[in-house]
């Protein structure tokens, strides 16, 4: 009887094992795997849903469209996070929405995740212990186990017209910026994407983005686009149609899609 409960134990064993390097290979395993719904099970993706994952490790540049609660924003804001820290222990990410606060709540449920056996499996326990030292506050945290050059945050949460000026970001996700409540008029519309041009793009670091002083610092120019596409940094942009010809209708136009 013994033999038999200890082969079962070495079975369960060899299939969690198999398990967790499949999910590490995969974006949408990895989402399955670590994600729960509200009832505390593994979720389950949808075919739309493992497209927009798909396109998020592909693209350099891209837009989301999708109807509210079609759950692009979790995917986005958390379950995609989670995946770039596991890849790279010393990424740092900016997550950008309207406001401050829905930015820390999607911080807090990245939090909440690190510190689930699931995603510990995978890459082991990035929450700093109290003698670690390292920033962990609502807004802004540091993994453990960075390199010793590794520099600013390891994520971000900011909102809309927040204040970025010398923060350097290997990724940013933007969720929802375009709101009733920041572009009903024709000039919001015009200081929200000035913003997103003049202060959020500049934080991607890419060469180009370096010095003030360049031509292109701060423009929507399609040489930064370039560059962000062949050199590195990304931004995921996700988007609920609401105006004609604002921020998120002009990125549609240039952009990947998912």
């Not at 967790?20 to 399955?32: H, N, P, S, W, Y």
């Not at 572009?183 to 890419?206: C, G, K």
Request: proline share 3%.
């Amino acid at each position: 009887m013994g033999n038999i409960f200890s082969e079962l134990a070495d079975e369960i064993h060899a299939s969690a094992n198999v398990e967790v390097a499949a999910a590490k290979r995969d974006i949408c395993l990895f989402t399955e795997y670590v994600l729960r719904d509200a009832s505390g099970l593994p979720i389950k993706l949808k075919e739309f849903h493992k497209q927009m994952l798909r396109a998020m490790v592909t693209e350099r540049l891209l837009v989301i469209e999708a109807f509210r609660g079609s759950g692009k924003s979790t995917l986005s804001c958390v379950a995609y996070p989670l995946w770039c820290l596991m890849k790279n222990i010393d990424i740092r990410i900016m997550l950008v929405t309207e406001s401050d606060v829905l930015a820390k709540n999607w911080l807090r449920e990245i939090e909440r995740y690190m510190g689930t056996s699931q995603y510990i499996a995978l890459a082991g326990n990035l929450v700093p212990g109290r003698g670690d030292r390292l920033t962990w506050t609502s807004s802004e945290k540091i993994v453990v186990g960075r390199s010793a050059d590794a520099q600013g945050a390891s994520i971000l949460a900011v909102g809309a017209h927040g204040q970025i000026r010398g923060r350097r970001v290997d990724r940013i996700i933007a969720d929802d910026l375009v709101s009733e409540n920041n572009s009903h008029t024709l000039y919001q519309r015009e200081v929200l994407e000035n913003w997103f041009h003049a202060a959020l793009m500049p934080t991607l670091d890419i060469p180009m983005n370096q010095e003030a002083g360049d031509p292109l610092f701060g423009v929507d120019s399609p040489m930064r686009d370039k560059f962000v596409k062949e050199i590195g940094g990304q931004i995921i942009y996700l988007d609920t149609p609401l105006y004609d010809n604002d921020l998120s209708w002009k990125l549609r136009q240039k952009w990947a899609a998912a």
